[in-house]
Structure formats: structure tokens, C-alpha cells
């Protein structure tokens, strides 16, 4: 079992649903990470938030919109999606921001897109 | 333009077996470098963390190199299990949350 919890971890939705993914992590972090990965490709970078305050949004479509309301949970609302949104969605924490601090991953949301 | 580059794609060895995998990188300026193991349909598990002054880092069977001034790095596993059997990610983060991850080695581990 991994320290960082996502639910649910398979999500099937239409293009005009509205949707939530959970994650969840008590170690105490204080940053907290969406990725995106497509399959056999590697993670890439959607948002970050660090003490609850968005820090990086790399550039990700408006119809994925990212939440933290505490320091605990981290949420991805969905709206509007498109079939090549279909992936595996992890959440990622670590201690802080700083740099060098290992990221401790949840086992991911799988997203399908009709 | 910020790289990582990894190889082999995949590899097969039979169990018992030693394998390093590679790992080659243009990331400048220069963090850490990890690697992880994603098994088939989980998250990422941290491995070895290397920060610009470590030449080596184990973690049981695994043991981690880098090469700051070639900027190469390499993860061996000694005596391999069917368990070791998955996605070996290298990742190199450079200032802030610039992190760049490489497109994994797939490894197979045969009986």
C-alpha cells in the first residue's frame, strides 16, 4: 500500500461529465503533485502546489482544474474532457518544495474518455 | 534542450542475473538525479536519490552511479528476482520543480 491514496482508481466518463480525482496523504507534505502519464511514456508535470498555494500549472487546458483545499488533500476537477485525456493520473508528495526531496506517488487514477 | 535519455528500451535477463541500466542526461543546471521503479499499473516507488557530490547510493540490490562531469548515471541490480520485473524511470530535477523524466527501461525478469 502506498502512503499516498487516490480515488477512485478507475474512472470511466463522457465528454460533457463532470468529474473529481482524490488524493490524499498524511506524512505531513507540504507539496503535493499532478501528473499526467500516457501509456509506456513518463509522468509529465500538470500542476503543483506547494502549502496549499498553486505554484505551477505547466501550461494544462482550463477543463482540468486542480484544488488543494487543505494541506492534506489534493483534488483534479474534470470537465469538458477529450478522448486524448484518456491516462493514468498519479498524485505526488514530498515534504516541501525543495529541491532533492523524493516524491512519494500514489498508485494513480486510470481515466477513460468515451 | 533539457534531456534524459535512457537505455536499453527493455531488457530481458533470467532471474539470478546481474543488469545495469544507463541513463544520459543535458539538464543543466544540475539538482538531483532519481530513479524509480513503476510496476505495471502503479505510481512510481523512489529508488536512489543523487544530489551533484554523490558518486554512488544503494538501496539493497540496487545500486545507483553517477557521473556529474559526463553527466551519465546507472542503476545495477544485482542477483534479480521476478519481482524486479517492471519501469525503471530515470528523473534529474534542475532548479525549482524543473523535472525532467526519461522514457524508462522496461525490464522482464524470466524464470
Known amino acids: 500500500d502506498t502512503e499516498v491514496t487516490q480515488t477512485p482508481k478507475h474512472l470511466v466518463m463522457g465528454m460533457t461529465n463532470k468529474k473529481s480525482l482524490k488524493c490524499e496523504q498524511h506524512?505531513?507534505?507540504?507539496?503535493m503533485y499532478w501528473y499526467k502519464q500516457k501509456a509506456k511514456k513518463p509522468p509529465e508535470l500538470m500542476f503543483v502546489y506547494s502549502y496549499e498555494k498553486l505554484s505551477i500549472n505547466e501550461s494544462v487546458p482550463s477543463r482540468f482544474s486542480p484544488e488543494c483545499p487543505n494541506s492534506s488533500l489534493l483534488n483534479l476537477h474534470l470537465h469538458a474532457l477529450q478522448p486524448e485525456d484518456s491516462a493514468l493520473y498519479l498524485c505526488?508528495?514530498?515534504?516541501?518544495?525543495?529541491?532533492?526531496?523524493?516524491?512519494?506517488f500514489g498508485d494513480g487514477t486510470r481515466l477513460s474518455i468515451l | 534542450k533539457n534531456q534524459v535519455e535512457q537505455s536499453p528500451q527493455s531488457l530481458i535477463i533470467l532471474e539470478g542475473k546481474n543488469c545495469t541500466l544507463q541513463c544520459n542526461y543535458t539538464v543543466s543546471p544540475f539538482s538531483n538525479l532519481r530513479w524509480y521503479k513503476q510496476d505495471t499499473g502503479r505510481g512510481p516507488v523512489s529508488l536512489t536519490i543523487m544530489t551533484f557530490s554523490e558518486n554512488t547510493k544503494s538501496n539493497g540490490r540496487y545500486t545507483a552511479t553517477l557521473d556529474a562531469d559526463t553527466k551519465q548515471s546507472s542503476l545495477h541490480i544485482t542477483a534479480s528476482q521476478l519481482s524486479d520485473s517492471a519501469s525503471y524511470i530515470c528523473?534529474?530535477?534542475?532548479?525549482?520543480?524543473?523535472?525532467?523524466f526519461g522514457a524508462g527501461t522496461r525490464l522482464f525478469v524470466k524464470a
Open positions: 506524512m505531513g507534505h507540504r507539496a
Open positions: 505526488a508528495s514530498s515534504q516541501t518544495s525543495r529541491q532533492g526531496e523524493p516524491q512519494h
Open positions: 528523473v534529474v530535477t534542475s532548479w525549482g520543480f524543473k523535472t525532467i
